[in-house]
C-alpha cells in the first residue's frame, strides 16, 4: 500500500480476504458489492458512487461491478497518490482482465490461501496427519469451531454451485458434482481428460471448461511438469490438486478423521495438503510459486521441484510415518540427473530427522520452513 495506488488481494470465497483487509487498514472506508443495493449504485452511476465512497477505500468483491476499474484508473492517475484503493475479488476469470487492462501499473495482485500451519499455531492445536486432512484449512472451521464435513458440504453447495452457475450456463448440475468428485478421487495425479470425459459421457471441451472454470475460482490448482534439459520422453501435463485438502475428503465421503488412515486416496490426499502448503508459502510472501513436478515414461517422478534462481530442490512427499530409505529413492535418482544437484528435502508425517549431503527430513507441519 506504500508503493502503489491501489493493491489487489484475490483468493477463494471465505480465505478471510475480508477479515484480512478491515484489521489491516481500519480507518479506510469499506463497501461490499455482494450488496444488492450497493452493487446497482454502482452500476447505474459510478460518479456518484465514488463521491460518495471516496478513498481511502476498500472494495469487496470487485469482479461484480469491474466497471468500476476504469473509473478508479482515472481517480489513481489524478490524485497520483498510494495507498488509494484496497479490493478484493474471489474469481481470477472475471477480475485478472479487467485489472490488466484498467490497472496495468497502477496495483500489485496478491493472493490469499486457506490457513497455512504457521497461522494454525495460533490456535494451539495438537492435530495430527488425518485430523488435518479431514479439517482442512478453512478459517471459519477453527475461527467458529464449524464440524468440517458440514462446513465443506454447505461451502460446495453455495459457493461452488452459485459461483459456477454465474461464470457458465450447466444444465446438468448432477453431472457436474459427478465431475468434481471424480475429479476428487484425482487429486495428484496426472488427469486424463479423455478417460473422465468417457467415465461421465460428458464431451472433452465441456470438462476442459469446467476444470478452467474451478481453477479461475481457486477451486483447484495445477502443478506444471518441469522439462527443461532433462532429455524428450518427459510427462508434460499437469497435476490437479485441490486448493483445500478438507473439500477433497468431503467429496471422497469421509465423514471423520478414523477413515482417512484407511483411505486407499490416502497419498494423495496428504501430497494435496504438503504441496498447497508449499504453494500457501511462496504466495504468503508476495511470491510466485515456481513449484513443479517431474516424471518421465519410465515411471520416475519427483512430487514437487522447488525452483530458485538457477537452482532445482528436488522434494518427495510421503504419507509414511516412519521414515525407510527407500522413500528418499526418487530424490538420489533427480541429483544424478541434474547438473547441479541441489539437497533433497522428504516432507513426511515422521518425527525421525535426518541432515546428511544428499537430503533433510521435514515434518509435515513444517513445510514452510524450506521456503523461507
Known amino acids: 500500500m506504500n508503493e502503489y495506488p491501489v493493491v489487489t488481494i484475490t483468493g477463494p470465497r471465505q480465505t478471510g480476504k475480508t477479515t484480512l483487509v478491515k484489521q489491516s487498514f481500519p480507518n479506510y472506508s469499506y463497501i461490499n458489492l455482494e450488496n444488492p443495493e450497493v452493487r446497482k449504485f454502482a452500476e447505474s452511476d459510478p460518479n456518484a458512487f465514488f463521491k460518495t465512497y471516496s478513498p481511502p477505500l476498500i472494495i469487496d468483491e470487485i469482479q461484480r461491478v469491474p466497471e468500476l476499474l476504469s473509473y478508479i484508473q482515472i481517480i489513481v492517475d489524478k490524485e497520483n497518490q498510494n495507498g488509494m484503493f484496497l479490493i478484493t475479488g474471489s474469481h481470477q476469470l472475471l477480475l485478472n482482465q479487467s485489472v490488466s487492462q484498467s490497472l496495468a501499473g497502477r496495483t500489485a495482485l496478491l493472493h490469499l490461501l486457506p490457513f497455512s500451519f504457521d497461522e494454525l499455531k495460533g490456535f494451539n492445536l495438537d492435530y495430527n496427519r488425518d485430523q488435518q486432512i479431514y479439517s482442512g484449512f478453512m478459517p471459519r472451521i477453527y475461527d467458529k469451531n464449524q464440524s468440517p464435513f458440514k462446513s465443506n458440504r454447505n461451502y460446495f453447495q453455495t459457493y461452488i454451485e452459485r459461483d459456477v452457475k454465474q461464470l457458465i450456463n450447466v444444465?446438468?448440475?448432477?453431472?457436474?458434482?459427478?465431475?468434481?468428485?471424480?475429479?476428487?478421487?484425482r487429486t495428484g495425479q496426472i488427469v486424463n481428460i479423455h478417460s473422465m470425459a468417457n467415465d461421465l459421457g460428458i464431451s472433452s471441451p465441456t470438462l476442459l471448461q469446467w476444470m478452467s472454470i474451478l481453477e479461475a475460482s481457486y477451486i483447484i490448482f495445477r502443478l506444471r511438469p518441469y522439462y527443461e534439459n532433462f532429455g524428450k520422453r518427459i510427462i508434460k501435463s499437469p497435476k490437479i490438486y485441490f486448493t483445500d485438502v478438507g473439500l477433497v475428503s468431503y467429496l471422497l465421503g469421509i465423514e471423520n478423521p478414523e477413515q482417512v488412515s484407511r483411505d486407499p486416496l490416502l497419498g494423495g490426499l496428504f501430497e494435496n495438503m504438503v504441496v498447497m502448503e508449499a504453494v500457501k508459502a511462496r504466495l504468503n510472501k508476495g511470491l510466485d510459486p515456481n513449484l513443479y513436478f517431474f516424471r518421465d515414461n519410465n515411471g520416475n517422478e519427483i512430487d514437487l521441484i522447488f525452483k530458485k534462481h538457477n537452482c532445482l530442490y528436488p522434494i518427495e512427499i510421503k504419507a509414511s510415518m516412519t521414515y525407510n530409505e527407500r522413500l528418499t529413492k526418487s530424490i538420489r535418482f533427480f541429483r544424478k540427473i541434474n547438473n547441479k544437484p541441489e539437497k533433497g528435502y522428504l516432507i513426511?508425517?515422521?518425527?525421525?530427522?535426518?541432515?546428511n549431503d544428499a537430503f533433510r527430513t521435514i515434518h509435515f507441519t513444517q513445510t514452510s520452513s524450506i521456503f523461507d
Open 171 to 185: 444444465k446438468n448440475l448432477v453431472a457436474f458434482e459427478d465431475f468434481m468428485r471424480l475429479l476428487a478421487g
Open 348 to 355: 513426511y508425517a515422521g518425527d525421525l530427522s535426518i541432515n
